[in-house]
């Protein structure tokens, strides 16, 4: 309902707008830009700008955890070998993590 009344708003203004002329516009511009200049206004928006950008760090902050937290279980979790008793049997050709060489810069003992 409100982005319906908010539409005919628009409507009825950019209809009388057009009618009134240049001028018209240019007083109704010159008094939004002296509104949204006055120290209220500007104090307002401040306020705003505080607190939105508190609420995302904050929320920001919540969800690097998380994300962080189901990376690292999936990390766990892929990096365990399955026991043959859980779902598949463990192919004896595969080697188990453990049993992989490490490499080091450029070093290889292949």
């Keep these: 309902m409100a982005k319906l009344q908010f539409i005919v708003g628009g409507a009825i ?19 939004a830009l002296g509104v949204a200049g006055s120290r209220p206004v500007q104090a307002a928006g401040k306020k705003a700008d505080e607190t939105v950008g508190e609420y995302v760090r904050k929320e920001a902050t919540k969800m ?12 766990d979790e892929v990096g365990r070998p399955k026991s043959p008793g859980k779902g598949r049997a463990r192919d004896p050709k595969q080697p188990e993590f453990d049993d992989l060489p490490d490499h080091t810069h450029g070093e290889s003992s292949y």
């Design 13 to 31: 203004g950019f209809v009388l707008g057009a009618r009134a002329g240049r001028p018209a516009y240019e007083r109704i511009k010159s008094a």
């Design 64 to 75: 690097t955890d998380s994300v962080a937290s189901a990376v690292k279980s999936k990390i």
